[in-house]
C-alpha cells in the first residue's frame, strides 16, 4: 500500500475535509426540534427546507463531474471548500426560512463538489485497494457524525444555542480552503472522446440503475439522520441528552463499519458484501421497531451496515465508467439527487400524516429495494464489479 507524499497530502485533506462535512450535517438530526419550534414549522415543511440542500447538491453533483474534467480536481476541491465555509458562516445568522433554506442551499452545492472530487480521484490514487481506502475516507464521515453527535447532545443540553455552535464549525471549514490551496492532484488523462463518452452513458440503462440505487442509499440514511432523534423524542418522550445517545450509538457504528468495511468487502467482493450488509441493515430497523422502545438500540446498530453502501457504490462506479469516472459520479448524483428529493418529501409528509413510527419504514423499504437494484447491477455486470 506504497502512497506517494503528494497523494498522501490530498487523502488526508480527503479526510479532514469529510470529517467537517459530518461535523456539519449531523447537527441536522440534534437541531430540527429547535428549527421546527424556533420558525415554526412542521415536518413537512422541514423536509421543504431540506429540499434547498437537496437541490444544492443536485447543482453541485452535475457541476462536479463537468469541472473536475475541465479544469481539474484542484479547481474543484478549492471552489466546493470556498462555498461550504460561506454557507457554514451564515448558518449562526440564519432569522428567518429564506436565511435557513439559502445556508443549506449553499452547503449542498460545496458538499457535492466535494464529494465528487473526492469519490473519483481516491480510487486513482489507490489503485489496488480502491475498497480499503474509499471506505476509510468515508469512515471519517462517520467518525465526524459520531464526534458530532457527541458534543452537541451534551452541548444543547447544557443550554449552548444551535448558533453559537454553528458560528464555531465555521473555523473548522475555513481551515478547509487552506488546505485545497496547497493540494497538488495528478491530472487524470484518457484517450477517449469525451464527448462521445458522455452520450454513451446517458443511453446506458446501467447508469439509471445506479441513480436509483444511490437515491434509496441517500433516503435510507435520510431517515435516520434526520428523524431518528425525533422518533425517540415524539414516540417516548425522550430528552436531547437522552436520545443524543442512540444516535451517538449509531454513528460510532456507522463509522466503525466503514473503518473495517473496505477489509470486508476486499474479502467478500463488493457486489456480494454490499448485498449482505444491505440485508442485515433492513433486518436491524425492521426488528428494533417492532421491538419499539425496546429496539432502539438495534435501530442504532444498522449503522454499521448502512454505512459502506455508498462509498462502495462509488468504488463500484468507477469500476465500471473507468474512462468518464467523474462525469458518471455526477451524473448519478445529479439524478439521484432529484429522485431522493420527491421520495424525502414524501417521508416528510408521511411524518405528519402517520407519525414518525410509521413513517420510519421507509428506511428499510428502501434498503430492500436498493438489494434489488444492486443484484440486476451484478447480474448484468458480474465480471466488471465482482
Not at 45 to 59: C, D, E, R
Request: hydrophobic share 50%; with cysteine; glycine share 10%.
Amino acid at each position: 500500500m506504497k502512497i506517494k507524499a503528494n497523494n498522501l497530502f490530498v487523502i488526508l485533506t480527503a479526510f479532514y475535509i469529510y470529517f467537517i462535512i459530518a461535523l456539519f450535517e449531523s447537527t441536522r438530526g440534534n437541531f430540527v426540534p429547535f428549527f421546527m419550534e424556533e420558525f415554526r414549522i412542521n415536518n413537512t415543511q422541514m423536509s421543504l427546507i431540506f429540499v434547498f440542500n437537496t437541490m444544492g447538491a443536485t447543482i453541485g453533483s452535475f457541476m462536479g463531474g463537468h469541472l473536475c474534467e475541465k479544469h481539474g480536481h484542484k479547481f474543484v476541491f478549492f471552489t466546493g471548500s470556498t462555498i461550504s465555509t460561506l454557507s457554514v458562516l451564515i448558518a449562526p445568522f440564519a432569522s428567518n426560512l429564506i436565511l435557513l433554506g439559502l445556508f443549506n442551499f449553499l452547503f449542498g452545492v460545496g458538499r457535492a463538489l466535494l464529494a465528487v472530487t473526492i469519490d473519483s480521484s481516491v480510487p486513482i490514487l489507490s489503485i489496488g485497494f480502491e475498497s480499503i481506502l474509499m471506505n476509510i475516507t468515508h469512515f471519517m464521515y462517520g467518525f465526524g457524525s459520531f464526534a458530532g453527535q457527541s458534543i452537541y447532545g451534551n452541548l444543547l443540553g447544557q443550554g449552548f444555542h444551535w448558533r453559537r455552535i454553528y458560528l464555531y464549525l465555521g473555523i473548522f471549514f475555513i481551515i478547509s480552503i487552506i488546505l485545497t490551496i496547497f493540494i497538488k492532484i495528478p491530472k487524470i488523462t484518457t484517450n477517449v472522446n469525451k464527448g462521445e463518452k458522455r452520450k454513451e452513458l446517458y443511453k446506458n440503462p446501467i447508469i439509471y440503475l445506479f441513480v436509483v440505487a444511490v437515491a434509496f442509499t441517500f433516503l435510507g440514511e435520510a431517515v435516520l439522520y434526520t428523524w431518528f432523534i425525533s422518533y425517540m423524542r415524539t414516540s417516548y418522550g425522550f430528552s436531547p441528552p437522552a436520545a443524543a445517545k442512540y444516535a451517538t450509538i449509531y454513528y460510532f457504528l456507522f463509522a466503525l463499519g466503514r473503518l473495517v468495511g473496505g477489509f470486508v468487502l476486499n474479502k467478500t467482493g463488493n457486489i456480494k458484501g454490499l448485498q449482505i450488509y444491505l440485508l442485515a441493515g433492513a433486518m436491524c430497523i425492521l426488528a428494533g421497531l417492532l421491538l419499539r422502545s425496546n429496539g432502539l438500540i438495534v435501530i442504532a446498530a444498522s449503522g454499521f451496515f448502512i454505512s459502506i453502501v455508498f462509498p462502495t457504490l462509488m468504488v463500484i462506479t468507477n469500476k465500471i465508467f473507468k474512462e468518464s469516472s467523474s462525469f458518471a459520479i455526477g451524473l448519478i448524483t445529479t439524478i439521484g439527487n432529484i429522485l431522493f428529493m420527491i421520495l424525502l418529501n414524501i417521508t416528510g409528509a408521511l411524518n405528519d400524516f402517520a407519525g414518525n413510527y410509521v413513517a420510519f419504514y421507509i428506511a428499510p423499504a428502501a434498503m430492500i429495494g436498493n438489494f434489488i437494484i444492486i443484484t440486476i447491477i451484478n447480474r448484468k455486470t458480474n465480471k466488471t464489479v465482482t
